[in-house]
Structures are given as structure tokens and as C-alpha cells.
């Protein structure tokens, strides 16, 4: 009896595998065609009865209906039946028979000689790339022909790339658009900008595409026709419009920073969300955005916090960019964040005062502190005075304070090719501003402050 939770029974009770099957038996075991004919014919009748059964069945008892056979465990060992030479031959089959009219029965004994090469390249590329997914195999399917005619360039890429992990997951893992825009992504695979760039460096994240043609707006393929979901899954850099990437850290002097870098005509673009790839996304459409394009201001990325999933990955994707890091003692640091005060309940209750207001007690209540004895923000907290319970909480290794220090010097490590500046909260303070922003105006690619502004 049929397992409906078995993808590889499912498939090898398919139609065609069926047909296959009986063919090679035949060859095996020997006998005339009319025999053979016979053969097909019953098992194509009793084939058509079961399938009539089966939706009669599910029809009266819904509950019955198999379950996708993308859900099945073994799913991915079954899309690899779909090119055995069983499976192969009876499609011949089933075209053969629905273009008898046409003359196909002329041609089935070419086609046969033709399943049989096919299916000799798909058992040697199976055979050498054992880490094949179902997504892979489905793009191989979809694409059969053209990966059949390209198949010796195919191999050559794969073959030159394959002690290159990375890079072959995300050709395994785009092979659709790989195979769809093969002509472009082999140029650069085999590019020596490729090689230099990415392969000697051993890059966790290779791009799929050529970056700098992916910045030219002539190019046939570049960012503005790329979808930012499509490009973090292809590993692709953020688009080349911004001029550094800032790490800053709340109470670290990162509000004064964004000031006086908007005071010289850089804008922080923030860099926010969890979820897989988010960060990346935002960015990415903003950047593209004639917001960003029809600008004559300069943009940097800010980062404030390092808690989303596939961070390290969001750091190798940005561009080979300046990193300016803003540090600060972090004794000063954590005394500036406990005494972090708001309006009780925000801007919505603005309380008027006046000089025939007396009432103290109600001025005094419209400031709380913001940060409670477990470390965390509260907007609408009632908490009177800075809590120093919350420096036990602040000093936990899991608070995201602390864990933005631990993983940011990890994260540098992302940034091995970088040029890294780092500068001190004190060096944005008073006097030191001023000199502070020129210099770094000169790395940065911003202009210059203005000295009668101070």
C-alpha cells in the first residue's frame, strides 16, 4: 500500500516512473514490442483507474487528501528520482503518446537515445554535486534544456569553485536565476576580480553578481531592477551610495554625533529590525530611492545595536567602506544611561506652568527615569529616581548594553578590510568638536565644518 507521507513511494508511483520502469524491465528480461505495448497500455489504464478512485475518495472524505509532497521528509531524495532513467523515459512516453497525432511515434526511438545522454549527465552531476537541495533540482527541472546545452560551461564553473563552499551554496541555492542569467554570472565568476575579491580571501558571502556593474544604471542587470529580498538572498554588497559605516551605541554620544554629521550634510541612514535580512532590505530600497539619488546631502549607515539574525552576514554585505566607531569610558557611559529621564507619558499630557503655579509635587511628577531595576527601557514607567538596581542587570553579559560591547568587538572582525577609525565621546565635546569633524571630514568624504559655526 502507498505511504501518502513518503515523497519517494509518491514519485515512484508517478505515471512516468511507472512506464520508465517497465521499459528497462523489458530490456532486461527480453520480448517483443507488442508485448511491451500491452504492458504500457495496462499499467496507463490502471494508472488512470487509481488516480479516478483517489479523487472520488477525497471527495466524500476530505480528510484523506495527501499532504503536499513538499512537506514529505524525504522530499528532497525524491526530486532525485525525477531524473533516473525510469522516470526520464516515461516522459518520453507520455509526450510521445500525446503527440501521436503528430508523427511522434516516428520519433520515439530518437528520443529514447536522447532520454539516455540526458540522463547520463544527470546521474554524473548528481553523482559529483551530492549537496544538490530539492530547490536546486526543481530549478535543473524547470531549466532542463537550457542546462543540458550549457551543461559542459556549467560544469567547468562548478568544477573550478568546488573546494569554494560558498560560493557553491549560493549558486545551489539561486540556481533558477543562475541558470537564467548564466552568460553574465559565469563572466564573473571566472573574473579575476572575483578570484582576488572574494575566492583568495575565502569570503563567507560571495556575490553572485558583479558589483560594480550592479552600481552602472546601463548595465541590463543592476540594482534598480533587482528585488532587495532577491539580492540578500544572492549575497549582494549594498548598493555603492553611502560613504561609511557608523557604530554607535546609546548614551555613547551617538544623538551628538548624528547632529553634528547633519550639520555637514550626512545623514545616518538606521539600520533596525531582527528578522532575517530586514536591515539589509530597508537599506537597500532606500538606497536605490530617489530620496537617496536626488539628493545632494551624503549618507552613512548607522548601526546602534547588533541583535538581528544573520548579523555577520549583514556586515559582509556592506561595501568595502570606511568604519567609524564612537566609543566612550564605560563607567560614564553607564551612569549616562541609568539617569536617562522622559516626560511621564511621552508629549501626550503637556503640563502648563506658570508663575502663580505652586504645585511642585505635580511639576516634579512629570519626570520619570526611564531605564528600570532590569536594565530595560519603559516609556511609561513611574520610576521617580535613576534605579541602581539596574547596574547588576546593565553588567549581565546577556543584557543587549553590554552584549552590543562583547559583540562589537567581534564585529570589527567583519571588517578586516576595512579602514577603521575610532573616535572618543570626548572628542565631540566642546572644543574638540570642531577639529574633531575636520579630521575626519578629510577620511570620511564629507566637507569640511564651518568654522563660524561652533
Same mark, same amino acid.
Given at each position: 500500500?502507498?505511504?501518502?507521507?513518503?515523497?519517494?513511494? #509518491?514519485? !515512484?508511483? %508517478? *505515471?512516468? $516512473?511507472? =512506464? &520508465?520502469?517497465?521499459? +528497462?524491465?523489458?530490456?532486461? /528480461?527480453?520480448?517483443?514490442?507488442?508485448?511491451?505495448?500491452?504492458?504500457?497500455?495496462?499499467?496507463?489504464?490502471?494508472?488512470?483507474?487509481?488516480?479516478?478512485?483517489?479523487?472520488?475518495?477525497?471527495?466524500?472524505?476530505?480528510?484523506?487528501?495527501?499532504?503536499?509532497?513538499?512537506?514529505?521528509?524525504?522530499?528532497?531524495?525524491?526530486? #532525485?528520482? !525525477?531524473? %533516473? *532513467?525510469? $522516470?526520464? =523515459? &516515461?516522459?518520453?512516453? +507520455?509526450?510521445?503518446?500525446? /503527440?501521436?497525432?503528430?508523427?511522434?511515434?516516428?520519433?520515439?526511438?530518437?528520443?529514447?537515445?536522447?532520454?539516455?545522454?540526458?540522463?547520463?549527465?544527470?546521474?554524473?552531476?548528481?553523482?559529483?554535486?551530492?549537496?544538490?537541495?530539492?530547490?536546486?533540482?526543481?530549478?535543473?527541472?524547470?531549466?532542463?534544456?537550457?542546462?543540458?546545452?550549457?551543461?559542459?560551461?556549467?560544469?567547468?564553473?562548478?568544477?573550478?569553485?568546488?573546494?569554494?563552499?560558498?560560493?557553491? /551554496?549560493?549558486?545551489?541555492?539561486?540556481?533558477?536565476?543562475?541558470?537564467?542569467?548564466?552568460?553574465?554570472?559565469?563572466?564573473?565568476?571566472?573574473?579575476?576580480?572575483?578570484?582576488?575579491?572574494?575566492?583568495?580571501?575565502?569570503?563567507?558571502?560571495?556575490?553572485?553578481?558583479?558589483?560594480?556593474?550592479?552600481?552602472?544604471?546601463?548595465?541590463?542587470?543592476?540594482?534598480?531592477?533587482?528585488?532587495?529580498?532577491?539580492?540578500?538572498?544572492?549575497?549582494?554588497?549594498?548598493?555603492?551610495?553611502?560613504?561609511?559605516?557608523?557604530?554607535?551605541?546609546?548614551?555613547?554620544?551617538?544623538?551628538?554625533?548624528?547632529?553634528?554629521?547633519?550639520?555637514?550634510?550626512?545623514?545616518?541612514?538606521?539600520?533596525?529590525?531582527?528578522?532575517?535580512?530586514?536591515?539589509?532590505?530597508?537599506?537597500?530600497?532606500?538606497?536605490?530611492?530617489?530620496?537617496?539619488?536626488?539628493?545632494?546631502?551624503?549618507?552613512?549607515?548607522?548601526?546602534?545595536?547588533?541583535?538581528?539574525?544573520?548579523?555577520?552576514?549583514?556586515?559582509?554585505?556592506?561595501?568595502?567602506?570606511?568604519?567609524?566607531?564612537?566609543?566612550?569610558?564605560?563607567?560614564?557611559?553607564?551612569?549616562?544611561?541609568?539617569?536617562?529621564?522622559?516626560?511621564?507619558?511621552?508629549?501626550?499630557?503637556?503640563?502648563?506652568?506658570?508663575?502663580?503655579?505652586?504645585?511642585?509635587?505635580?511639576?516634579?511628577?512629570?519626570?520619570?527615569?526611564?531605564?528600570?531595576?532590569?536594565?530595560?527601557?519603559?516609556?511609561?514607567?513611574?520610576?521617580?529616581?535613576?534605579?541602581?538596581?539596574?547596574?547588576?542587570?546593565?553588567?549581565?553579559?546577556?543584557?543587549?548594553?553590554?552584549?552590543?560591547?562583547?559583540?562589537?568587538?567581534?564585529?570589527?572582525?567583519?571588517?578586516?578590510?576595512?579602514?577603521?577609525?575610532?573616535?572618543?565621546?570626548?572628542?565631540?565635546?566642546?572644543?574638540?568638536?570642531?577639529?574633531?569633524?575636520?579630521?575626519?571630514?578629510?577620511?570620511?568624504?564629507?566637507?569640511?565644518?564651518?568654522?563660524?559655526?561652533?
Amino acid at each position: 500500500m502507498l505511504n501518502p507521507n513518503s515523497a519517494i513511494e #509518491r514519485v !515512484k508511483n %508517478h *505515471l512516468a $516512473y511507472k =512506464l &520508465g520502469q517497465t521499459v +528497462i524491465e523489458h530490456r532486461h /528480461n527480453g520480448g517483443g514490442y507488442i508485448a511491451l505495448f500491452k504492458k504500457l497500455y495496462k499499467i496507463k489504464k490502471q494508472h488512470k483507474k487509481e488516480q479516478k478512485i483517489y479523487q472520488q475518495t477525497i471527495q466524500v472524505f476530505p480528510q484523506l487528501k495527501y499532504p503536499s509532497l513538499e512537506t514529505c521528509p524525504d522530499y528532497n531524495e525524491a526530486l #532525485r528520482y !525525477k531524473f %533516473h *532513467l525510469s $522516470y526520464i =523515459l &516515461g516522459e518520453v512516453l +507520455i509526450k510521445a503518446y500525446q /503527440n501521436w497525432y503528430k508523427g511522434a511515434g516516428f520519433k520515439l526511438k530518437n528520443n529514447i537515445k536522447k532520454a539516455n545522454k540526458e540522463f547520463q549527465i544527470f546521474r554524473e552531476i548528481l553523482k559529483e554535486f551530492k549537496e544538490l537541495n530539492g530547490k536546486t533540482l526543481m530549478a535543473i527541472k524547470d531549466n532542463k534544456q537550457l542546462f543540458l546545452k550549457e551543461f559542459p560551461r556549467i560544469k567547468n564553473i562548478l568544477k573550478t569553485h568546488q573546494n569554494y563552499q560558498p560560493i557553491m /551554496n549560493n549558486i545551489f541555492h539561486n540556481f533558477n536565476y543562475f541558470m537564467q542569467n548564466f552568460d553574465l554570472i559565469e563572466e564573473w565568476l571566472l573574473s579575476d576580480d572575483f578570484k582576488e575579491k572574494y575566492k583568495k580571501e575565502n569570503h563567507p558571502y560571495p556575490s553572485l553578481l558583479d558589483p560594480k556593474k550592479l552600481n552602472d544604471e546601463n548595465e541590463k542587470i543592476n540594482y534598480h531592477n533587482i528585488p532587495a529580498e532577491l539580492a540578500w538572498e544572492m549575497n549582494l554588497p549594498l548598493p555603492d551610495r553611502y560613504e561609511f559605516v557608523g557604530f554607535f551605541l546609546h548614551t555613547n554620544g551617538e544623538k551628538a554625533m548624528e547632529r553634528f554629521l547633519k550639520e555637514v550634510g550626512v545623514v545616518l541612514i538606521g539600520a533596525f529590525g531582527y528578522e532575517d535580512g530586514k536591515r539589509y532590505i530597508s537599506i537597500f530600497n532606500f538606497l536605490i530611492s530617489e530620496a537617496c539619488i536626488c539628493n545632494d546631502l551624503k549618507f552613512a549607515i548607522g548601526i546602534l545595536d547588533v541583535n538581528c539574525q544573520k548579523y555577520d552576514k549583514f556586515c559582509f554585505l556592506l561595501q568595502n567602506k570606511p568604519v567609524l566607531i564612537l566609543l566612550r569610558d564605560p563607567i560614564d557611559s553607564l551612569k549616562s544611561f541609568i539617569n536617562v529621564r522622559h516626560q511621564k507619558n511621552g508629549f501626550n499630557e503637556i503640563f502648563k506652568i506658570d508663575i502663580n503655579n505652586t504645585d511642585f509635587d505635580k511639576i516634579n511628577d512629570r519626570i520619570v527615569y526611564v531605564h528600570e531595576s532590569n536594565g530595560c527601557f519603559n516609556p511609561d514607567t513611574n520610576q521617580k529616581f535613576p534605579s541602581l538596581e539596574s547596574i547588576k542587570a546593565l553588567s549581565d553579559a546577556n543584557h543587549w548594553m553590554l552584549m552590543y560591547n562583547i559583540r562589537r568587538n567581534k564585529t570589527i572582525e567583519f571588517f578586516r578590510f576595512n579602514k577603521i577609525i575610532y573616535i572618543d565621546m570626548m572628542d565631540i565635546v566642546g572644543d574638540k568638536t570642531l577639529f574633531t569633524l575636520e579630521k575626519l571630514s578629510k577620511i570620511l568624504n564629507f566637507s569640511a565644518p564651518d568654522k563660524n559655526n561652533k
